[in-house]
């Protein structure tokens, strides 16, 4: 007999599970435990939604220089909490949660100004934790009693829904609906939620209010190991999340609003968002090598480094943080990731606007901020433009080869100087932190001479082990594009150089010399080969098993429009039905058609959220 057969046969209905987690959290984490109809109301409505003996005596400890009177004022502001949908309540609580209540009070003589903390994040156990069980709530009319709630001092910042392991019939699809209709019928209880947790005891998963059921997630390891994760049962979340440190340090540092959505992290990035936060510390005055971040795709990278920022601007002295990244591209994608998360971060994200820009962010910054970058904004200079050493400096895409310490003259006597250490020169204490969705290769020494080595690996067999991303299956294929040996040895010579090389001058380089193989790969008679075998393919083998969408990637952006224009060409019925689109860049001199095709950014940002989220499927 399995462990998880042990269980299920041990807890074969809802009540005995519910006990069990309950038994838990009090004899594993030091919990109390209250039964729901033992506890004194204000009230017989049963419209409590905070624990009423328990939140002011629990505010009052936390809070000892402040006056009872903005004490309960605080109280008051909370249960009277503004906001035309359940979203921005929540919100609004979120940041009282996470930041104090400001409280305006008068003692009979002047008015008083207070920050009221809900939680006492630097002594877990000067708070107090509740878990509560059949916790009747009534709004409306409607009566509710969800199966287990966690408070923390008086207020219920995490709501249970369990389903029997027993019943086949009843699983997590089941919990999360039934908390979707909590949302509708008692929605003031749900103002005051940090997360919920839904669980038929072989599958125990977390998500927030805005969260569909996709996004609610198996917490999968108490200490950040990634060995067995496979086997974790429902004790796993239990242990990995509601240890009182851990729980509180989650509340306040990984759960943010982006836009309307809210983000509870995944167990592998508040494991390694911690780790990188250690190595960062150890860093500073240190050699600066923070380390590199390897997260692959689809696992939430560009969210680790916000929760990374705002971890450094809780636990460091004021710094500064420099965010680099390759591309014009990237760095709008993620500065915007960032400004969506400006509220959490408690300050507003800049970016560099050019070379001169950037060196007068720098240079005329004492502390704070989080500037963006691209790597081309930096340039040689005779003076560094921050000494500091609080300056921290996240590099997306790290595994790529703009990063040479190296000095070189080329054929004109002319000095080109590695990326690397230009950055290092103008930040010439900073610690450097990499962040990468692909493994670095052993042969990659400039990588690890910038960041050193990794804090983390969350790699592509564990997100697909945890559905943070799709399985990828590779299936070879040969098209006859009647290429010839000496273009083909010439293609592997430049991709040998810019594997080993790839600073601004060889990229240019190559630039020049690829100019003649556009001809070569752009040739009508290798795009229709290409295209005669896409459509073939995919009517002989996928039209009829597969459904979802196809990703085709252009040696170059005419190869990208002649493929297009071919492809369109071939199934005429394709392009009427909308059901072909290109993405890409465009420039001024680009051919008007392309324009008709490609759309304005807005059309781009359409196409691109669509293939992101819009199941189709190509008929002939």
């Not at 939140?55 to 109280?75: F, K």
């Not at 949302?183 to 209010?209: E, R, W």
């Not at 594997?499 to 009508?524: H, W």
Request: charged share 25%; glycine share 6%.
């Amino acid at each position: 007999m399995t462990v998880v057969e042990y269980h299920v046969s041990t807890f074969f209905n809802e009540d005995s599970f519910e006990q069990g987690i309950i038994d838990h959290l009090c004899t594993e984490h030091g919990y109390e435990y209250l039964f729901g109809p033992n506890v004194s109301r204000s009230s017989d409505a049963f419209d409590d939604a905070f624990l009423p003996d328990v939140i002011g005596p629990s505010l009052e400890a936390i809070n000892t220089s402040i006056s009872r009177h903005a004490i309960y004022a605080a109280i008051t502001q909370l249960k009277e909490i503004e906001g035309g949908t359940l979203v921005s309540k929540n919100r609004s609580f979120m940041d009282m949660l996470q930041n104090g209540v400001e409280v305006r009070w008068f003692d009979g003589v002047e008015d008083h100004t207070d920050i009221v903390r809900l939680v006492d994040f630097d002594n877990p156990n000067n708070n107090t934790f509740h878990v509560v069980n059949q916790w009747t709530y009534i709004e409306h009319g409607t009566n509710k009693r969800p199966d287990v709630i966690v408070f923390v001092n008086g207020l219920p910042l995490v709501l249970f829904e369990l389903k029997s392991p027993s019943r086949a019939e009843a699983d997590n699809e089941d919990a999360y609906q039934q908390i979707q209709n909590y949302k509708h019928q008692i929605p003031t209880l749900f103002t005051y939620n940090a997360f919920c947790v839904i669980s038929d005891m072989l599958h125990t998963k977390v998500g927030t209010i805005t969260a569909n059921e996709s996004r609610f997630v198996e917490w999968k390891s108490v200490d950040g190991s990634y060995e067995a994760t496979q086997y974790a049962d429902w004790k796993t979340p239990l242990d990995g999340i509601f240890p009182k440190e851990r729980l509180v340090s989650i509340l306040k540092n990984f759960i943010l609003f982006s836009e309307d959505a809210k983000i509870l992290a995944g167990y592998h990035q508040f494991f390694a968002v911690n780790k990188a936060l250690e190595r960062v510390h150890d860093a500073i005055g240190g050699d600066g090598k923070g380390g590199v971040f390897w997260h692959t795709q689809g696992s939430g990278k560009s969210l680790s480094m916000v929760f990374l920022a705002h971890l450094l601007e809780e636990k460091l002295d004021s710094p500064t943080i420099v965010v680099i990244t390759d591309r014009n591209d990237l760095d709008s994608q993620l500065f915007a990731q960032f400004s969506r998360c400006s509220d959490f971060l408690r300050q507003t994200p800049v970016q560099a606007q050019s070379r001169s820009d950037l060196a007068q962010q720098l240079s005329s910054r004492r502390a704070n901020g989080i500037i963006f970058t691209t790597m081309q904004k930096f340039e040689e200079s005779e003076s560094a433009l921050s000494e500091r050493e609080n300056v921290v400096v996240m590099v997306d895409e790290a595994h790529r080869g703009q990063y040479g310490f190296e000095e070189k003259f080329d054929r004109d006597g002319k000095k080109h100087t590695g990326t690397a250490l230009l950055i290092r020169r103008a930040l010439p204490n900073a610690t450097f932190i990499g962040f990468t969705g692909t493994p670095i290769s052993a042969e990659d020494r400039s990588t690890r001479e910038v960041f050193g080595d990794y804090i983390d690996v969350y790699d592509m067999t564990q997100a697909v082990e945890d559905d943070a991303t799709r399985p990828v299956f590779y299936e070879s294929r040969v098209v006859a594009l009647k290429l010839d040996q000496g273009i083909l040895a010439k293609v592997d010579d430049e991709y040998e150089k810019l594997t080993q090389q790839a600073n601004a001058e060889t990229i240019d380089a190559s630039k020049r010399d690829f100019a003649n193989l556009d001809a070569v790969l752009g040739a009508p008679e290798v795009i229709d080969a290409l295209c005669q075998d896409i459509v073939e393919h995919y009517e002989t083998n996928r039209e009829h098993e597969l459904t979802g969408k196809a990703m085709i990637v252009a040696y170059s952006r005419p190869a990208a429009m002649a493929i297009y224009q071919r492809i369109c060409e071939l199934r005429p019925s394709w392009e009427d039905e909308g059901k072909l689109g290109v993405v890409m860049t465009m420039g001024n001199q680009d051919p008007e058609w392309w324009f008709d095709v490609v759309g304005n950014k807005a059309h781009v940002k359409e196409m691109a959220k669509r293939f992101k989220t819009t199941p189709i499927r190509l008929k002939s």
